[in-house]
């Protein structure tokens, strides 16, 4: 009687069978289901939670780094605060840049503290190399003709605000240095604003320089040659100013002969 080996579907047994596989069934979807939706919550909470921290205990990510990249270069290519150097001396005259706030938030925003408080104010290019760059920032080039020009910083430990939100970066205690942000890849075109380092890690402080020539060598993200300089901003208005700066006459050291002083820089938040 094969009805003993393979129940027919009519027979109490395979019914009886058929109800409980299909009611465990039931339950297994259920479960599988539940445990599926609590893994991807407790992802998303700890992607949330798991954010790194930047500038030490007393800086956290800045919310304007949490935007994605194509909203950032979007809006960095129109927007953005305006700085107007105004320069006296072996050249007269006025150049205005754009900074990528939204690209390079913690550099963008140590500039912008350095300038509005002043620490800019009276100091000198200390070194100029035609069709290379424009260096400037350091404190000790107030004397165009210090030794030291050049290996000056902003004062250590002091704290500024991240421009558009409410974090708080301290610079280095011993060094005055801010983190560095090697997170955009933008190259050191003509007319860009890039900050100048050691080549050392988060040895940047308040030196920065203009590129007057396309010097991609120098892009973080280049790799071929050791040199790391981001870029945090760029002229759009007076680089006439800029390359007249450029062709000045420099002695031994790359410093101007006819010094070029920067009276001051304003920011101009749009």
């Given at each position: 009687d094969c009805s003993r080996k393979a129940p027919h579907p009519a027979h109490p047994q395979a019914l009886f069978l058929s109800d409980s596989m299909r009611s465990f069934l039931r339950s297994l979807k259920v479960i599988v289901f539940t445990v599926g939706f609590v893994a991807s919550a407790i992802f998303v909470m700890m992607s949330l939670h798991s954010q790194p921290s930047l500038g030490g205990p007393t800086a956290r990510l800045p919310r304007s780094m949490f935007r994605t990249s194509m909203r950032r270069s979007m809006s960095t290519a129109a927007e953005g605060p305006l700085a107007k150097f105004k320069v006296s001396g072996g050249v007269n005259g006025e150049f205005t840049a754009k900074l990528y706030t939204d690209e390079m938030p913690i550099?963008?925003?140590?500039?912008?503290?350095?300038?509005?408080?002043?620490?800019?104010?009276?100091?000198?290019?200390?070194r100029v190399i035609n069709n290379f760059m424009l260096q400037f920032g350091c404190p000790h080039a107030k004397d165009p003709k210090s030794p030291r020009a050049g290996t000056g910083?902003?004062?250590?430990?002091?704290?500024f605000q991240l421009y558009g939100d409410d974090a708080v970066i301290t610079r280095d205690p011993r060094t005055g240095c801010i983190p560095d942000e090697f997170t955009s890849k933008i190259s050191n075109k003509p007319g860009t604003l890039s900050m100048a380092n050691t080549g050392q890690p988060n040895s940047g402080g308040s030196q920065f320089f203009v590129n007057t020539v396309h010097n991609s060598y120098l892009d973080w993200f280049d790799g071929s040659t050791p040199s790391r300089h981001p870029v945090f901003g760029e002229v759009v208005e007076g680089m006439d100013v800029v390359k007249e700066i450029e062709k000045t006459q420099t002695n031994n050291r790359d410093s101007p002969l006819d010094p070029v002083k920067l009276e001051t820089i304003e920011i101009i938040k749009e």
């Open positions: 550099t963008t925003s140590n500039f912008m503290d350095l300038a509005e408080t002043g620490f800019y104010d009276g100091i000198h290019f200390h910083g902003p004062n250590p430990g002091t704290k």
